[in-house]
C-alpha cells in the first residue's frame, strides 16, 4: 500500500511540474501575442494531432531514428575496442589520444560541413553522431580501465586467471558504471548532434530536414512540434538502452547506483 501511495506522490508531483510549465509556456504566449514568435500550446497540440496521422510523420521520424542509432551503436562499439587497444598498447594511446581531444572539441556545424563534402547527405548524420559521442565512450572507457583495483590484478595472475576471466570478473565490472554513464550522456549528445547534422545537410526523410522547412515558411507551431516528437524519442531510446544496460550489470553482479563516474 506504501508502495502505491509513493507512486501516486510521484505521478501527482509529475504531472504538476507539468501543469506549470504549460501554465508558464500559455502566459509567455499571452504577452508575447505573436504565433509567429511562440505559439499557444493548444495551437502545437492542434498541429501535432494534424500531422501525427499522416504516414510521412513516422517515416521522418523513423529514418532519423535508425540513422542516429546506428552512428551511436557505431561509437560505443568501436569507443570500447579502440579503449582496450590503447590500454594494451601506450603508443597507440599516444598517436590517438589527440585526435579524440580534437574531435571533443571540434563544433557540429564545423563537423557537419567537413564530412558534407566527402559523402552523401543522408549519412552525414550517422557520422556526426559517431564523432560526437565517440570521444566520450573511449575516455570513460579508458578512465575505467585505470581505475581497475591492481591488487586484484595481482591476484588474478597468483590464481592463474585466463585472460577471458580477468576481463569477466576484474575489468568488468570494473569498467561498467563508467561506461552506462557514458552511454547515458551519449543518447542525448548523439540526438542532438544528428538533428543539428540534418538541420546543415538536409537529408531527405529527416527530422532536421523539417525543422529547416519550418523556418523557411515560418510554421512556429510545427517546428515545436518536431521539436518535442526529437526530444521524446531521444528519452525513449535513452531509457531502452539504459534498461538493457542495467539489466547486463545486475546480471553480473554490478551495483550500478553505488558507483557513477561520467567525464565529458
Not at 48 to 77: M, N, P, Q
Not at 200 to 215: H, L, V
Amino acid at each position: 500500500m506504501k508502495i502505491f501511495t509513493t507512486q501516486n506522490k510521484k505521478l501527482i508531483s509529475k504531472t504538476a511540474i507539468l501543469i506549470v510549465w504549460l501554465l508558464f509556456w500559455q502566459i509567455l504566449f499571452i504577452i508575447v501575442k505573436k504565433q509567429i514568435l511562440i505559439p499557444s500550446p493548444i495551437s502545437v497540440v492542434k498541429t501535432f494531432f494534424y500531422i501525427c496521422f499522416k504516414l510521412s510523420f513516422w517515416f521522418t521520424i523513423f529514418h532519423s531514428f535508425i540513422r542516429i542509432l546506428i552512428g551511436y551503436l557505431f561509437s560505443v562499439l568501436l569507443g570500447i575496442l579502440f579503449a582496450v587497444l590503447c590500454h594494451h598498447n601506450k603508443i597507440l594511446y599516444q598517436f590517438f589520444s589527440p585526435a579524440i581531444h580534437v574531435m571533443k572539441a571540434t563544433p557540429v556545424a564545423s563537423f557537419s560541413i567537413i564530412v558534407l563534402l566527402w559523402i552523401r547527405t543522408d549519412f552525414v548524420p550517422v557520422v556526426i553522431s559517431f564523432l560526437m559521442v565517440f570521444p566520450l565512450i573511449w575516455i570513460n572507457i579508458s578512465i575505467g580501465i585505470q581505475q581497475t583495483e591492481k591488487q586484484y590484478l595481482e591476484m588474478a595472475k597468483v590464481y592463474g586467471f585466463s585472460a577471458f576471466k580477468t576481463c569477466r570478473y576484474i575489468y568488468i565490472p570494473s569498467v561498467m558504471p563508467y561506461f552506462i554513464s557514458a552511454c547515458h550522456a551519449g543518447i542525448g549528445m548523439a540526438w542532438k548532434a544528428g538533428i543539428a547534422a540534418e538541420v546543415i545537410c538536409t537529408p531527405n526523410i529527416s527530422i532536421g530536414k523539417k525543422i529547416y522547412e519550418t523556418k523557411i515558411y515560418l510554421e512556429t507551431a510545427e517546428l515545436f512540434v518536431w521539436t518535442i516528437c526529437a526530444i521524446l524519442f531521444s528519452i525513449l531510446l535513452e531509457k531502452i538502452f539504459l534498461k538493457l544496460l542495467y539489466h547486463i550489470s545486475k546480471r553480473i553482479g554490478i551495483s550500478y547506483e553505488n558507483k557513477s563516474n561520467t567525464t565529458i
